[in-house]
């Protein structure tokens, strides 16, 4: 993988340094150092998260209500209102995730980047980390995560579940079109940083947008659907909770990154990860035949350690 610059002497290639950081720091959340300040205590988000997710989907319930009648495409249109970031989820921020980056009900721990893993790291080589402040760490079903894992969760959750659910592709197109993305503009061409972690999110969440409606689940889980159409209109059977969908593999600090050449050289050659070897059994034989394309190496590894 190239580096995002390499030359140092263009008068414009730093002009699209700066122009595209600015584009990048407006479409996606910052990184976040999993590993500094891992061992602080704060308190667990859980519960407002739930109640701010849950009341979002009942709104978007409401509103479809109040259409018409059980219109499936009307109810998602309207959840994605609700749940997704503009632009039909791309390059945006997702509501849940600028919530949890800014409500005074969610618990947050934050890395001064001169303390992180990045510090040493120059504007050339990762230009989003150096020009941006990096993301907080929040707990959320006792896992340590970022707010972004909301956006990939419910914007690019459901980009997999049209590629799949949608136009009828198997899942491993869901997960080709996840893979370029850390490959390219969300990953190793911009930030650095492949995130195995974004992929367990995104999976999730295409699975997420098929439980709406108890689509078929693809690690074979409890297919009861969310919201079901009684008597005309949408009614809810379940409410949603975070602790459903937030597991290990979210874990930037056990779910390990891979990280471009640029990058690599300069975090800290003595930064285990993962951080929590343990969890690593859990999180495989949690996603099966798709930790291959999931769980990184690494923390594939320590799962058939003895």
Partial sequence: MKPFITSTGSTWGLAWLVLGSLFLGSAQATEVDSFTNRDAVFEDATPALNAQMNRRIEQAIKRTNKIGTCDAQLLYFEMGVSLRAGLLGAFMVSPLESYSNRSGKVDRNKTRRKDSIYKDLSVFESPPIKLYPLGALIK???????????????????????????????????????????????????????????????????????????????????????????????????????????????????????????VERNVPSDMACPADPSRCAEIVGMYGQYADRLISPECRAASAAP
């Fill in 140 to 262: 959320v079903n006792d896992q340590l995560i970022a707010g972004d894992k909301f956006s990939h969760f419910l914007n690019v959750g459901w980009t997999y579940y049209q590629i799949h659910y949608r136009k009828g592709q198997p899942v491993s197109e869901a997960h080709a079109y996840g893979e370029k993305t850390e490959e390219g503009i969300w990953g190793l061409a911009t930030t650095g940083i492949y995130s195995y972690a974004d992929l367990a999110a995104n999976f999730s969440g295409m699975r997420f947008w098929a439980s709406v409606l108890g689509e078929e689940d693809p690690l074979g889980r409890n297919s009861q659907p969310m919201v079901q159409c009684i008597e005309g209109h949408w009614e809810r059977q379940e409410l949603f909770s975070w602790a459903d969908w937030v597991d290990p593999a979210w874990d930037e600090g056990i779910n390990c990154n891979k990280y471009a050449p640029r």
